[in-house]
């Protein structure tokens, strides 16, 4: 993102493009309510400027000429009551096109700058409305797939991971307060009532601390959802399977083996997860040139996965193919389905078992769906661990609040070792403030202005 002036106005769609009921063009900036007074024409004639602010008003927007362009309703926010805590005016259009394209013409030439993905939550930060893990719950929000990643998202908006991090970087704070006292008075003789009381502060913090990224694993799959890979042999009932769990005719099942030679890709809710599921096509040895092309992108799907469905046919007996696909799942995260159990049972479930274990395998029909509700079953176990709540329900979702508090969690280890040999208060200090700064680039309080960039240019248009 290029530097963007906060006293500038901004305006952008802030609905997607093509067709629909209305197009919304946001106008954010102090003076953006009078700039929008240039290209609006009230019905009434009375000017926004004139209106309070929190109202609607009917009318049309012209060009410099006076030409009707569109009808529209404007809504005027008035700063500090607004998302972005300037004056903000939105233009509601109708939906297609031409017609947004045409408002937003007209709100450039009467003096705005076209936004930057991301810029009005990124000014709603900048003017202290939102901290910066707010921020990222806006796009969190709008990425949402399930209700619990967007309930999540939504806890995270109404600044519940703020609260947490910032309860304990202010205890820090108070402890660095301390520790800075104790040097700058040395007349008082306050060292080990210090060193007493700095133990139990950072072994507080550490707890909490270890209590947020315990929610780590889980807050990620909550958000950016798991990837699941149903692999096995041709005719094995691997699409039958993606149908079951989809609810819906999504891939073509025949008895010739091979009909599937792409992978196809879906969304599953399981427990609240967002799982793309894919089925892909049949792994075996083959010199079909388009065949061998979709086992070699099976494979790769495979090695990329979070989880794997291996399927096996209860009525054939295991080969070459079946065996090196049980090799291949060793040291990922696997579930062994042996299908078919409606038809005669020649496979050697005895071998499977002493190549993959019991814990993980699966007997089931997927055409008379018999067995399919362990299947389901085990898939949330796996997937949620048994518990998908996490205390006050505050997940750690995103990658880089981790990656922070990981390296906050380091420093304050640093800093128990430091106190446990006496050694000068001001090495305490050191390690203590250096956890503090990693806990502010959290929100936002010591992060570098690229970092920050960088974050919001993953941000759509509008918002």
Request: include cysteine; aromatic fraction near 4%.
């Amino acid at each position: 993102m290029k530097t963007a002036y906060i006293d500038d106005i901004i305006a952008a769609p802030s609905t997607p493009p093509g067709a629909g009921g209305i197009g919304i063009i946001r106008v954010s900036g102090m003076g953006a309510v009078e700039l929008v007074d240039k290209i609006f024409v009230s019905a009434s004639g009375k000017r926004l400027s004139e209106k309070p602010t929190h109202t609607i008003t009917y009318g049309n927007i012209v060009d410099g000429s006076g030409t009707k362009i569109d009808e529209v309703l404007v809504s005027i926010m008035r700063a500090p009551n607004s998302y972005t805590r300037e004056d903000v005016a939105e233009i509601n259009c109708h939906g297609g096109t031409a017609s947004v394209k045409r408002v937003m013409e007209e709100a450039v030439r009467a003096g705005a700058r076209a936004a930057e993905p991301g810029e009005f939550t990124k000014r709603a930060f900048l003017n202290g409305r939102i901290d910066l893990t707010q921020a990222e719950a806006v796009i969190d929000i709008i990425n949402s797939k399930t209700e619990l990643s967007m309930k999540n998202a939504v806890n995270q908006l109404s600044g519940g991971l703020s609260a947490r991090v910032k309860a304990i970087r202010e205890r820090l704070v108070d402890a660095v307060s301390t520790i800075e006292a104790a040097i700058d008075y040395p007349e008082h003789d306050i060292e080990e009532e210090t060193y007493s009381s700095l133990d139990k502060t950072v072994g507080y913090a550490l707890k909490d601390i270890g209590e947020l990224l315990k929610t780590a694993e889980m807050g990620k799959m909550v958000r950016d959802g798991v990837s699941l890979v149903i692999l096995g042999k041709p005719n094995v009932g691997k699409s039958s399977l993606l149908n079951f769990l989809l609810d819906e005719e999504r891939a073509i099942v025949t008895d010739i083996p091979g009909t599937t030679r792409d992978t196809v890709e879906e969304y599953l809710n399981i427990a609240g997860i967002p799982v793309r599921i894919t089925d892909t096509a049949g792994v075996r040895q083959t010199d079909d040139l388009v065949e061998k092309i979709g086992v070699e992108r099976s494979v790769k799907m495979a090695e990329n996965a979070d989880l794997i469905l291996l399927m096996l046919d209860s009525s054939r007996e295991l080969d070459s193919d079946d065996l090196k696909l049980m090799e291949f799942l060793k040291g990922r995260k696997y579930i062994v389905i042996i299908n078919k159990t409606d038809l005669s049972n020649a496979a050697d479930k005895n071998l499977i078992e002493q190549s993959i274990g019991r814990e993980n395998l699966l007997e089931l029909s997927v055409k008379e769906k018999t067995g399919t509700d362990r299947l389901l079953k085990r898939l949330e176990e796996i997937l949620t661990g048994g518990d998908i709540q996490a205390g006050d329900g505050v997940l750690v979702s995103n990658v880089r609040h981790r990656d922070s508090l990981e390296s906050a969690e380091r420093s304050l280890k640093k800093a128990l070792d430091t106190i446990a040999v006496r050694m000068p208060e001001d090495f305490v200090s050191m390690d203590i403030s250096e956890a503090i700064g990693f806990l502010g680039e959290i929100t936002g309080e010591s992060l570098m202005e690229d970092i920050i960039n960088r974050i919001f240019e993953k941000f759509c248009l509008g918002k």
